[in-house]
């Protein structure tokens, strides 16, 4: 479980979605900032949720194997993690006009419930059926952990500095990276032996 919730959490990524919701939400008030994020961090859970249950039934419509889940899952996971450790300076305006509030989009989808998290949650239905209720819990600390981060935002950037969010999104990648390559290892190894 401990194992699920810190990879939940890797991929969820709030410490480095940090600056991203600041830009986003920059010209709102904060009360209104604080209702946005536990907006879209309640819409993101209830999307990671539904994938959670349904996963296995959306593989099976889509005719795949679980180990073809782990290996995409980690290629995915293993470029996220290549951008969190070496992060490009363009495409990172994602403010806002003065006034506008996001929806669903970029917050919720793809921030916190992007591909390679909702991939994983498929994949942890498939290994672990009996354990439901174990990814379920772990889901929901690394979804509590993210909605603290992101709602102390504020408190987060003055003590780290845009220097420190840097470099401890830098460490997440590195954790992500190993992570991507166990995945990525441990589809290949169970596609070659069936």
Same mark, same amino acid.
């Given at each position: 479980?401990?194992?699920?919730t810190v990879?939940?959490?890797?991929?969820?990524?709030?410490?480095g979605?940090?600056?991203? %919701?600041?830009?986003?939400?920059?010209?709102?008030?904060?009360?209104?900032?604080?209702?946005?994020?536990?907006? &879209?961090m309640?819409?993101?859970? %209830?999307?990671?949720?539904? /994938?959670? %249950?349904?996963?296995?039934?959306?593989?099976? /419509?889509?005719?795949?194997?679980t &180990?073809?889940?782990?290996?995409?899952?980690?290629?995915?996971?293993?470029?996220?993690a290549?951008?969190?450790?070496?992060?490009?300076q &363009?495409?990172?305006?994602?403010?806002?006009? &003065?006034?506008e509030?996001? /929806? =669903?989009?970029?917050?919720?989808?793809?921030?916190?419930?992007? $591909?390679?998290?909702?991939a994983?949650?498929m994949?942890?239905?498939?290994?672990? $059926?009996?354990?439901?209720?174990?990814?379920?819990?772990?889901?929901?600390?690394?979804?509590v952990l993210?909605?603290?981060?992101?709602?102390?935002?504020?408190? %987060?950037? =003055?003590?780290?500095?845009s220097k420190?969010v840097?470099?401890?999104?830098r =460490?997440?990648?590195?954790?992500?990276?190993?992570i991507?390559?166990?995945?990525?290892?441990?589809?290949?190894?169970?596609y070659?032996?069936?």
């Amino acid at each position: 479980m401990i194992s699920a919730t810190v990879l939940l959490f890797l991929i969820m990524d709030p410490l480095g979605n940090l600056p991203i %919701f600041m830009s986003v939400l920059k010209y709102l008030e904060p009360k209104r900032r604080r209702i946005i994020v536990i907006r &879209e961090m309640l819409i993101a859970l %209830f999307l990671m949720l539904v /994938f959670l %249950f349904s996963g296995e039934h959306i593989l099976s /419509f889509l005719s795949l194997r679980t &180990e073809t889940v782990s290996i995409s899952g980690g290629i995915i996971l293993f470029l996220i993690a290549i951008k969190m450790i070496f992060p490009s300076q &363009e495409g990172n305006n994602t403010s806002l006009l &003065e006034g506008e509030e996001p /929806f =669903l989009v970029p917050l919720a989808i793809p921030l916190v419930a992007g $591909p390679s998290i909702l991939a994983a949650l498929m994949l942890l239905s498939q290994q672990y $059926p009996q354990q439901i209720n174990y990814i379920v819990l772990s889901l929901l600390v690394a979804w509590v952990l993210s909605v603290i981060i992101l709602m102390l935002s504020n408190v %987060f950037l =003055l003590l780290l500095g845009s220097k420190g969010v840097s470099a401890l999104e830098r =460490l997440m990648g590195l954790l992500l990276v190993m992570i991507s390559i166990q995945m990525f290892l441990d589809g290949t190894r169970a596609y070659l032996c069936t």
